[in-house]
Structures are given as C-alpha cells and as structure tokens.
C-alpha cells in the first residue's frame, strides 16, 4: 500500500507521491487512472518527489493525460507544503529541483501549517526554443486552421506559454483546444486569455497543456503578466494580482525577465492509500 496525498492551489488540483524512498517515478498508465475524475481520485495531474541531491527533492509533473511537464507552479507549492509539513523542523525556505531548474521558495506558517508559498520561478525567456526559429514573438499574429488570426506572445517559464491579450477568457474553451497544439509550438503550449480588472491586474484564463480548462495556472499567471508588462499594461517589480477562476495569484516580474515571483495559498484536501 502506498500513501497519497490530495493538495489543491486555488482548484487546481494534484495526486502528490512521495517517492525519495524508491526513486521510482509514475507511468503514464498509472496517472490517467489516478487523475481519472470519476474513476480515480481525481486531479489535474500527479506530482511524484524525487530524491534530488542538494535538494529537498525533484518534483515531476504529470499532466492527467499522462504527458509530463517541465514545471507547475500551482503544484511547486503543493509539494512545498507537504515537504514542509512532514518535516519537523519547519523550515521558512525551501529548495526544489523541476524540469525548469531548482527553484527557492519561501514558505508562510500560520495555525493551520503553510498558509501561503512564493516561488523565485526563474527568468522568462522570450527566446527559448518553443518556437521552430527560436523567438522571440511577441504582439504577433498566430494563425488558426481556419485562418483567422489573434495577436499572442510567445513566453517561457521552463514551459510554453502562449498569451493572447486581446481574447477574453471566455474564448479559453473554444480556441484552447487548437492553439495547444498549433504548429509553433513542437511541444504544444498552454495557452493564456488575458483582459484587464476593473480593480486593477488582470482576469486569466488558461487553457493548459494536456489538461485542458483549469481553475488556476502559476506559470500561466506569470507569463500573462510578463506579456502584459512588456506591453506596459502592468508594471515591472512590483506585485501584480491575477484573478483566475479558483482565485488570485500574486505576481512580480524583474523589469529585465531575469526573475518572475509567484505568491499564492495551497491546501491540504485529503490523504488516501493506492492498492
């Protein structure tokens, strides 16, 4: 029997197993079952810990249709909590290894355990290789299959983002499905609809790689804000709200992409055993 642990960071929602013992990562068979809503336990994805020298573990992130991602930053902070929780020495810091590097986070206890995390995320890059020619692309026009065409910019927060400004989120559900797989993208993408609050930030939607519709993306929120600012829609160093539909990240990106923070709560749902 195997213990699994339940954690959600604003409704997006993650299968977490802690590996370091066995060094045994998950297959693709295994997460469809567990992310399986009706099924399954039910989850967005599986989050396996790795052991990881220098570390307090890798995380690896598996999408529900079993593809494994680069990075999450909604599940970075799930695993911080439950590393942090199961150790008792409650650290204020903490260091992960992902698909995107090993990134720092900074940890807030309150009554209940870790209330909230903030994750150094890295720099955004506008010239990874998330495009055939590299990049960067930015305020350019992506073509669909039937020829229409929106502006997007392409970022990368160890994963591909491509985030459209102008498409409210309403349209998330019905150009998601085409743009994730858009020939840009070799890889496929997550894809970000972005409008402006009233109350100052933005509204976010995300159409997420190999998911589908979530109700809150880290690296989305991050790379919508790195779009936004770059267009001067939002400021550079400081924090920057973005309302998903589970609820609100906060963001903040270095006037140079050298550094993006992410600041967001993270529960604890339930803990199980697998057969």
């Not at 567990?34 to 573990?57: K, M, N, Q, Y």
């Not at 990075?71 to 909590?81: H, I, P, T």
């Not at 309150?110 to 305020?139: D, K």
């Not at 809150?216 to 550079?236: D, I, W």
Request: glycine fraction near 14%; aromatic fraction near 6%; include cysteine.
């Amino acid at each position: 029997m195997e213990t699994f642990f339940k954690y959600q960071g604003l409704g997006n929602d993650f299968v977490v197993l802690d590996r370091r013992e066995s060094g045994q990562d998950v297959d693709e068979a295994l997460t469809r079952r567990l992310c399986d809503r009706h099924f399954g336990i039910g989850a967005d994805g599986v989050l396996s810990i790795l052991p990881e020298a220098g570390t307090a573990g890798r995380m690896v992130v598996h999408n529900a249709d079993g593809s494994v991602a680069e990075m999450c930053g909604n599940g970075l902070r799930c695993v911080v909590k439950y590393l942090a929780e199961h150790d008792p020495k409650q650290p204020g810091t903490l260091t992960v290894a992902t698909g995107a590097g090993a990134l720092a986070c900074e940890i807030e206890w309150g009554e209940a355990g870790v209330q909230r995390v903030t994750v150094a995320m890295g720099p955004a890059r506008l010239e990874a290789p998330i495009l055939p020619h590299g990049g960067p692309f930015v305020r350019k026009v992506i073509l669909s299959d039937q020829g229409t065409g929106q502006l997007g910019t392409a970022v990368s927060m160890g994963n591909p983002h491509l985030v459209l400004l102008d498409v409210p989120p309403s349209e998330a559900g019905r150009l998601g499905p085409e743009l994730e797989v858009h020939s840009f993208f070799p890889q496929r993408t997550n894809v970000e609809f972005v409008r402006p609050r009233a109350a100052g930030g933005l509204e976010v939607a995300v159409w997420e790689r190999g998911v589908g519709l979530t109700l809150a993306c880290g690296t989305g929120a991050c790379a919508a804000v790195v779009a936004s600012a770059l267009e001067g829609r939002s400021p550079f160093d400081q924090w920057v709200p973005v309302q998903l539909p589970g609820g609100v990240l906060d963001i903040k990106v270095q006037a140079n992409l050298g550094q993006v923070w992410l600041r967001g709560p993270v529960r604890f749902v339930f803990e199980g055993h697998l057969p």
